[in-house]
């Protein structure tokens, strides 16, 4: 553009961001920022009021089985495993709300339970199958830390 009064020649330059460059950068930290809650809220969720070491007593009522058994498991973050190393495994899980299923499993024997865990009791029930047939019964447990 040239100026009529003193005859100089004037540019304009418009500076133009382009589009992506703001909806990328917009996208990055949002990313960024969820990652980093994630970081930092993750392992305070994944904690449980039921963490740590329980004994559970397994009673038959139907079933060619022993009448009764008595496991030691921990739950950590909710999930239920065997304390100690023995012929049997179990694995299972605990909701937030204390809702829990467990199987225990040994050689070729199976089952699985249900039931319900407060801070330092739980009950529910089982069924399993076996080499002699089928059974079924209750459980208890209850904190020991």
Not at 26 to 36: E, G, H, Q, Y
Request: charge should be positive; aromatic fraction near 8%; hydrophobic fraction near 40%.
């Amino acid at each position: 553009m040239v100026s009529e009064l003193t005859g100089l020649t004037v540019s304009m330059v418009k500076y133009y961001e382009p589009l992506i460059d703001q909806r990328l950068r917009a996208w990055l930290l949002t990313f960024a920022l969820a990652l980093a809650g994630v970081a930092v809220a993750g392992p305070a969720f994944a904690r449980t009021v039921f963490d740590g070491a329980w004994s559970v007593l397994i009673v038959t009522h139907g079933g060619a089985y022993d009448t009764a058994y008595r496991y030691e498991v921990r739950i950590t973050d909710g999930t239920v495993i065997s304390d100690a190393s023995g012929p049997a495994t179990v694995q299972g899980r605990v909701t937030p709300t204390g809702a829990v299923k467990v199987t225990v499993q040994a050689a070729n024997q199976r089952a699985d339970g249900s039931g319900y865990l407060s801070r330092n009791r739980g009950r529910g029930a089982w069924s399993g199958q076996g080499m002699s047939g089928t059974c079924n019964g209750t459980w208890e447990a209850e904190r020991r830390d």
